[in-house]
């Protein structure tokens, strides 16, 4: 039999074996999470070949940081001796394009340098996905960047550009997580007849 530990190990080793698909779904309480999980996992293995924006949106305490805290703890111990597999920043109120470039950045322990703007934390930050081989990245608490609110409209697309920008030159896929008052808004951005860029998980 084969633990959930060991099913997940290889689910999210780079280098997934075509049987591990078979556990996929069985090591978990609620089927809301192991259909989150097998996503994600399949998602992942889009990054530098095809990737992809997920969201993963739910009400508060249905589980959606305890997903991504297990999917960033199995990547990262899948590593292989490089670091940042999987890159995790949770976002502040009112965050800016360049605030979460920033925030990805200090997550992989760079410091920002003053006069900074959001094209140079840009282009530093898929400098070094593309060193350390990134294989995702998490935003959670999304609604902090996507606000509900008409009178952002502007910002919302700004950030939403900005993201999808970050997808195109790093090619790493991006999770963003958030409450379900942000579902609509991330589907509306990141979601049209010409791009299936966006899955969308609802838990």
């Known amino acids: 039999m084969v633990s959930k530990s060991d099913y997940l190990d290889e689910l999210f080793n780079s280098e997934v074996k075509p049987h591990a698909k078979f556990f ?13 999980m097998t996503h994600i996992a399949q998602v992942v293995t889009l990054s530098h070949v095809n990737a992809k924006i997920v969201a993963l949106v739910g009400d508060s ?3 959606k940081t305890a997903i991504t805290k297990e999917v960033e703890k199995r990547l ?6 490089l670091p940042h597999q999987c890159v995790y920043t949770e976002l502040v ?4 394009a360049k605030g979460i470039f920033d925030a990805l950045l200090i997550e992989m322990g760079i410091s920002i340098p003053s006069g900074y703007k959001e094209k140079n934390s840009l ?3 898929v400098r070094m996905l593309s ?5 995702l990245i998490i935003i959670d608490e999304t609604q902090h960047a996507l606000p509900h609110n008409s009178n952002n409209k502007a910002k919302t697309q700004a950030v939403a550009n900005a993201l999808k920008l970050l997808l195109d030159m790093s090619n790493v896929s991006i999770l963003l997580v958030g409450l379900n008052s942000v579902k609509s808004l991330i589907t509306n951005h990141f979601f049209t007849k010409k791009s299936r860029d966006l899955s969308l998980i609802h838990i």
């Open 24 to 36: 996929v779904g069985k090591h978990f309480l609620y089927p809301q999470i192991n259909k989150a």
């Open 61 to 63: 305490g249905v589980g």
């Open 76 to 81: 990262n111990n899948n590593a292989k001796g």
């Open 93 to 96: 109120t009112n965050v800016s």
């Open 123 to 125: 282009e530093h930050l």
């Open 131 to 135: 060193k350390f081989k990134t294989r």
